[in-house]
């Protein structure tokens, strides 16, 4: 087909240029043809003994070499722009690849004035935090730093015209697109720190998700911005990539590799001597009880396995940043405790991570802080007990009384009313909160309790006296802390 198109002269010349520069897979055939060419012209004028490289470098061929060179920008353009389309960002995000200072961005550049009205104190004090932080151009920084982050999805819903009730009529002509946008993710700003793994809580469509794909540079930021350990994840993204080990919310392997290959694979990536390699997967296998399918191919391991695959690739080579979607999603609780015990002992020192949860249990045990988002906003930050402390009921006080040779439906209410006098006493501000017939549950607020060591010691009093079977004393759990944040969503759902 190249010889046809190519019968010598002008003509042929321009088209080939033409041919070069549009069509990329035109260049390896054409290469082949014209070197050809020349070493056949050369047998024709039997002169191929002086054959040198200059005589390869016919017109042809320096239109192909110069068509190669301008088609490398050009494509790589293309490329990247299609990327970056992908994820939700602008096309000129291309130059923020290129520009040599775009990780020393003034603050003001990414100021973002849309500041949830449900703040409260502790999310505010981070926001100034994080700027206080990156003004300072602290030497040590933490080891995630978001500032101001804000993530809208273009959302097409099809209305029709003339339509009050938002129905559809389907009628050809009728149908028009509403285009607004969804905000994920508002202005969110937090720092991690070294040592620290953060819990980041919310119901489902929260944005926590979203937040993590912007992280790991999946999803562009429509405002704002995110440092891994002082590498700002737009333009230092190599480095950045370096440092960062991430376990999605879906499994992301290679279908037809095995797990101890994945894991081998992400080692040697992440740096460990090879003579280690072996030791350190194996030592992920064991933990995790999956020695038994190291050898199989991902697609045909369950579920439940392909997670724990997807945590050790994430943790393999100790990164100094670990970002974790929901990773004990499907575990048996001996491999969820060994993920738990391997959390706890990585994130110290100069290692941190971020862990999303729907187990208030993980999040209470592993993470020294969390945050509650709620609607793309972060609602609370802190401490689990300082949660608990602020937005907990306070105690929770509940009795069981000795049942003698009563039905349990049938309820004493001489011991009932004994009961309720003598919590009154303990506990002023007490409310009974559930009755049944041989049990009681009382709401104690936070600040009725001054000594926890004289409530026990009157409670254990209470038991011998009052003819209680037994009782338990406890504090608000980070259970009842999220469900009142979820129960405010509810309130004021879409
Ligand atoms: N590609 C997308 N296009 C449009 N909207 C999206 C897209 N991805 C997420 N969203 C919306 O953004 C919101 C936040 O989603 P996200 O997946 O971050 O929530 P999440 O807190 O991780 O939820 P889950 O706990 O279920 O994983 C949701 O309302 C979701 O519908």
């Known amino acids: 087909m190249i010889s046809l198109l190519m019968p010598g002269g002008r003509a042929a010349l321009a088209l080939h240029v033409v041919f070069s520069l549009l069509n990329t897979m035109y260049l390896p055939y054409a290469v082949v043809y014209f070197v050809d060419r020349v070493y056949l012209m050369c047998r024709v004028n039997l002169a191929c003994t002086n054959l040198t490289f200059a005589d390869y470098l016919t017109d042809e061929i320096i239109v192909m070499l110069v068509s190669s060179l301008l088609q490398i920008p050009i494509l790589m353009y293309v490329l990247l722009v299609l990327d970056i389309k992908k994820s939700g960002g602008r096309a000129s995000d291309v130059f923020k690849h290129f520009l040599p200072n775009s990780n020393n961005m003034t603050v003001e550049e990414v100021e973002n004035n849309d500041v949830g009205e449900h703040e409260d104190d502790d999310v505010r004090m981070e926001r100034q935090k994080v700027s206080d932080i990156l003004s300072n151009r602290s030497a040590d920084p933490p080891v995630v730093i978001v500032q101001n982050l804000r993530k809208e999805y273009q959302k097409v819903t099809r209305v029709c015209s003339g339509s009050t009730d938002g129905s559809c009529c389907c009628m050809k002509g009728d149908s028009d697109h509403d285009v607004h946008n969804k905000v994920a993710v508002h202005n969110l700003s937090l720092a991690v720190d070294a040592g620290e793994v953060f819990g980041l809580l919310g119901h489902n469509g929260a944005g926590k998700t979203t937040t993590m794909k912007i992280m790991i540079a999946e999803e562009a930021a429509t405002k704002g911005r995110v440092q891994i350990a002082g590498h700002n994840i737009t333009s230092n993204t190599a480095e950045a990539f370096q440092l960062m080990g991430y376990c999605p919310q879906h499994d992301a392997q290679w279908k037809n590799i095995t797990v101890r290959e994945h894991l081998e694979c992400y080692a040697a990536i992440r740096g460990v001597p090879p003579s280690d390699i072996d030791r350190v997967v194996d030592l992920y296998l064991a933990g995790l009880q999956i020695q038994e399918h190291a050898g199989k191919q991902s697609q045909h391991c369950s579920g439940g396995t392909r997670r724990k695959l997807s945590f050790a690739m994430a943790m393999v080579g100790s990164p100094s940043v670990v970002l974790m979607d929901e990773p004990s999603t499907g575990m048996d609780p001996r491999s969820k405790r060994f993920l738990w015990d391997t959390i706890l002992a990585s994130f110290q020192g100069s290692r941190g ?25 972060l609602r609370c930050v802190g401490s689990t007990q300082h949660l608990k402390n602020l937005y907990g009921a306070g105690y929770t006080l509940e009795m069981k009384l000795r049942g003698g040779d009563r039905t349990p439906t049938t309820p004493s209410s001489d011991s009932h009313s004994d009961l309720k006098e003598f919590v009154a006493g303990l506990f002023p501000d007490a409310t009974l909160e559930e009755s049944f017939a041989d049990r009681l549950m009382f709401s104690v607020p936070q600040h009725a309790v001054t000594s926890l ?14 003819n209680v079977e037994e009782y338990s004393f406890s504090q608000t759990t980070l259970e009842q802390v999220f469900l009142k944040f979820a129960h405010y969503d509810e309130v004021n759902g879409d």
């Open 453 to 466: 060591a004289k409530c026990f010691l009157q409670l254990e009093t209470a038991k011998t006296e009052l």
């Open 353 to 377: 991570a971020i862990l999303t949860t729907h187990s208030m249990e993980e999040a209470d045990a592993l993470c020294s802080r969390v945050g509650i988002m709620v609607k793309g906003e």
